[in-house]
């Protein structure tokens, strides 16, 4: 069974900074692209960063390009995002996934089967 497990939400002020992690099981991580996508409420889920599973490229939305950054360490079996100069904007439920279907955008909710618990990031204006 495959399982994902984000860490590092909490409450920051604007400017500030947070380190989300998530650790993967239960497949062969190495193999799999991966993406963080974010939830606000009263929002459709969305696409922030991916990257494809040799680290070799990374995608990330307009609106945290710049800012946020996505990392893997496949022996740890890990996906990080670092988020920097955060928003009140960027205040959401934050997943990371597996994309297990590539024949479309890495963007697409549809092209990742599975998913994490989330983790709550909120920033104080």
């Known amino acids: 069974q495959v399982q994902l497990v984000e860490s590092g939400g909490g409450l920051v002020q604007a400017g500030g900074s947070l380190r989300l992690s998530c650790a993967a099981s239960?497949?062969?991580?190495?193999?799999?692209?991966m993406g963080w996508f974010r939830q606000a409420p009263g929002k459709e889920r969305e696409f922030v960063a991916a990257i494809s599973r040799g680290a070799g490229s990374t995608n990330y939305a307009d609106s945290v390009k710049g800012r946020f950054t996505i990392s893997r360490d496949n022996a740890k079996n890990t996906v990080t995002l670092q988020l920097n100069s955060l928003k009140p904007e960027d205040t959401a439920v934050y997943y990371c996934a597996v994309r297990t279907y590539v024949s479309g955008s890495y963007s697409i909710r549809s092209e990742y089967n599975y998913w994490g618990q989330g983790t709550q990031v909120t920033v104080s204006s």
């Open positions: 239960g497949l062969t991580f190495s193999m799999y692209a």
